[in-house]
């Protein structure tokens, strides 16, 4: 038997809200509620939906099991446009096919595709950084004590290690913050970090940097794409 939940919680969400909650169908009342379904594994599967909804900040309503058996669900499966009504702690209604597509379809969070793309842009960084080595003319300038135009000091080599930790910590951050928090973060210092990679071009030819930049940057207008388009909730 497979168990499904429904939970309700006060006001409406926007549609984005089904990749922050692991793919559950949102369903808009109307009486000014929002109800969210879908299949639930186990029990700290449905802690970490309820935790979800504690550390938004949305007022929970209330939390329904609905068990569903196989025979039913076949019988679901042939009648995607139908609700399906039960009694358990109230009157609950259910959309089959939305349920059917999510129990096929495993969603990747926003949070881990946020941490994936600043891993992506970390390595780009470093690997940019190498590649730096190999330009004529640069070894000498590090055995001159030249960083670019800046010179070779602990706090100079403090800031080019502070613009490393940063996507690296982000990497973390973008997957235990708050939600709230986690947006704005990573809005913020993806939009610091594109005018300074733009920066690193001034008085440059190479075209390996250039098209370096132009996919750290890419990498960037993504993650704030992905961070403003953050599941909001509506008044």
């Known amino acids: 038997?497979?168990?499904?939940?429904?939970?309700?919680?006060?006001?409406?969400?926007?549609?984005?809200?089904?990749?922050?909650?692991?793919?559950?169908?949102?369903?808009?009342?109307?009486?000014?509620?929002?109800?969210?379904s879908g299949p639930v594994p186990d029990q700290p599967a449905l802690y970490g939906l309820?935790?979800?909804v504690r550390d938004l900040g949305l007022p929970l309503v209330s939390v329904n099991q609905i068990t569903v058996t196989?025979?039913?669900?076949?019988?679901?499966?042939?009648?995607?446009?139908t609700k399906m009504n039960t009694n358990n702690k109230g009157a609950i209604k259910m959309n089959t096919n939305n349920m059917t597509t999510e129990m096929e379809?495993?969603?990747?969070?926003?949070?881990l595709k946020l941490a994936a793309l600043w891993t992506s842009f970390m390595f780009f960084y470093i690997y940019l950084d190498y590649?730096?080595?190999?330009?004529?003319?640069?070894?000498?300038?590090?055995?001159?004590?030249?960083?670019?135009?800046?010179?070779?000091?602990q706090v100079a080599l403090l800031a080019g290690l502070t613009t490393i930790i940063i996507p690296v910590l982000m990497i973390f951050l973008s997957v235990a913050l708050p939600a709230k928090v986690n947006r704005w973060t990573n809005i913020i210092v993806a939009a610091v970090y594109i005018p300074y990679m733009l920066f690193n071009l001034v008085g440059e030819?190479?075209?390996?940097?250039?098209?370096?930049?132009a996919l750290q940057t890419i990498l960037l207008c993504l993650i704030i794409r992905y961070a403003w388009k953050w599941p909001k909730q509506e008044s």
């Open 105 to 111: 379809d495993i969603k990747v969070s926003l949070k």
């Open 205 to 213: 030819t190479w075209l390996h940097m250039y098209f370096a930049a």
């Open 1 to 36: 038997m497979t168990h499904f939940y429904e939970i309700r919680i006060a006001g409406h969400l926007d549609a984005h809200w089904a990749d922050w909650f692991d793919g559950m169908s949102i369903t808009l009342e109307e009486d000014g509620t929002t109800l969210l």
């Open 70 to 81: 196989l025979s039913q669900q076949i019988l679901n499966k042939k009648r995607s446009n």
């Open 131 to 153: 590649f730096h080595l190999y330009m004529p003319g640069k070894i000498e300038e590090i055995l001159a004590g030249k960083m670019y135009v800046f010179d070779i000091t």
């Open 50 to 52: 309820l935790r979800k």
